[in-house]
């Protein structure tokens, strides 16, 4: 048995050892799931034993996999972090040049233990509600359904595959981009479930703020989802910016007042999480009005900041400072509520920071010197 054993074992580092960098990715991730799809099937199995089961409720199995699908993202997703780190160790000659930076463009970038500490927790939550959400909806279009515990324990075995399976995919293809996509989802979702959960159900009569009291039972859930977020801002700040080109130290500068504005937008959005409106009124309204203040003040000085952003952007952001700014006048004139006005803001200046990376990547090329006309036009502006 002990033969046989280190027999395929070897086998399986000969079929490692001859596989491109992309197979063994592949590979490891579907061993993450199978693993997750086995650990998740028999605990499931012995939770729902001799049990006639719902769909959503306690115990059901919307409630497992979705709790066991928030701790799988996490590990799976560390998992995948520290597999990265084995890869240049384990074949070398195969190393990805981006995968020494964490997967993003300029070399010597790497993700602090807090960032992806903040990363891991915003896949983990969008396990937890997205699970929940599913099978809310299954249990609208099957209603009053049993579900017996063989099925449902590979339900939640499936469950536990498949999110393993992207987290670990995740965790080894991190980049500005793909960190953006995920903190739009982790926001909304956060956002959404801080509504459902609550207890006032006219808190938009309010503000948006009034989620987060202290007083509301979706205080948690609305405060922790603006913290993580605010640290994933400040993260995505600092490495959309470090690929930028700077051919003068005037493009150095900008770039770095760029950054600076941009991180303080994350740490000010995580500071309305820290203090809630009910018990920090003053500081509360002060962080948020400073974090509209910086947004409207880095994308009016973007042209002079990045003198080679797209100008077509640099419009957009204007057009999107001028709808905010008109939003207030509504506001001050008793036409809209404050709700209204903070939701359409937080839009904006998410969509804003998302096109921005986009933008941002697609400029990190080197700076085009065998082209003079364009370095001609760079410098007029």
């Known amino acids: 048995m002990r033969a046989e054993w280190e027999r395929l074992m070897r086998r399986l580092r000969d079929a490692r050892a001859s596989a491109t960098l992309r197979q063994m990715r592949e ?38 996999a979705a709790i066991g699908g928030a701790a799988v993202a996490v590990l799976s997703f560390s998992a995948g972090r520290i597999g990265l780190r084995m890869e240049a160790a384990e074949a070398p000659e195969k190393q990805d040049p981006t995968t020494a930076n964490d997967g993003f463009a300029t070399p010597g970038q790497r993700l602090r233990w807090y960032e992806l500490t903040a990363i891991a927790l915003a896949h983990g939550a969008v396990a937890l509600l997205a699970l929940f959400g599913l099978a809310a909806l299954l249990e609208a279009g099957f209603r009053d359904a049993p579900v017996f515990p063989f099925p449902g324990a590979v339900l939640v075995g499936v469950s536990l595959a498949l999110t393993a399976y992207v987290c670990y995919l995740s965790a080894i293809a991190l980049s500005p981009t793909s960190i953006s996509l995920i903190l739009a989802v982790f926001l909304v979702i956060g956002a959404l479930t801080a509504m ?55 493009d150095e500068r900008g770039r770095t007042i760029v950054r600076v504005a941009l991180i303080l937008i994350g740490l000010l959005l995580a500071c309305v999480g820290v203090f809630p409106v009910d018990r920090f009124f003053l500081l509360h309204n002060t962080v948020a009005t400073g974090m509209a203040v910086c947004f409207a003040a880095v994308v009016i000085g ?8 797209s100008r077509v952007f640099v419009v957009l952001g204007w057009v999107y400072v001028l709808v905010i700014a008109l939003l207030g006048v509504f506001f001050a004139t008793g036409y809209y509520n404050l709700t209204a006005v903070e939701l359409i803001a937080a839009v904006l200046i998410f969509s804003w920071i998302i096109v921005f990376l986009r933008t941002a990547g697609a400029d990190h090329g080197p700076w085009d010197a065998a082209r003079p006309e364009r370095a001609e036009s760079v410098a007029r502006r």
């Open 196 to 250: 459902l959960e609550a207890t006032d159900p006219h808190w938009w009569r309010d503000n948006l703020s009034a989620l987060g009291m202290s007083s509301n039972a979706s205080s948690p859930a609305f405060n922790l989802t603006l913290i993580v977020s605010g640290v994933m801002v400040t993260t995505i700040a600092r490495y959309a910016t470090a690929a930028l080109p700077v051919p003068e130290p005037r």
């Open 27 to 64: 590979t490891d991730a579907l061993l993450t799931g199978a693993a997750a799809f086995v650990l998740g099937f028999l605990v499931a199995l012995v939770i729902f034993w001799h049990r006639t089961l719902s769909i959503t409720g306690p115990w059901s199995v919307g409630t497992v």
């Open 302 to 309: 973007l042209p002079w900041f990045l003198r080679r952003i």
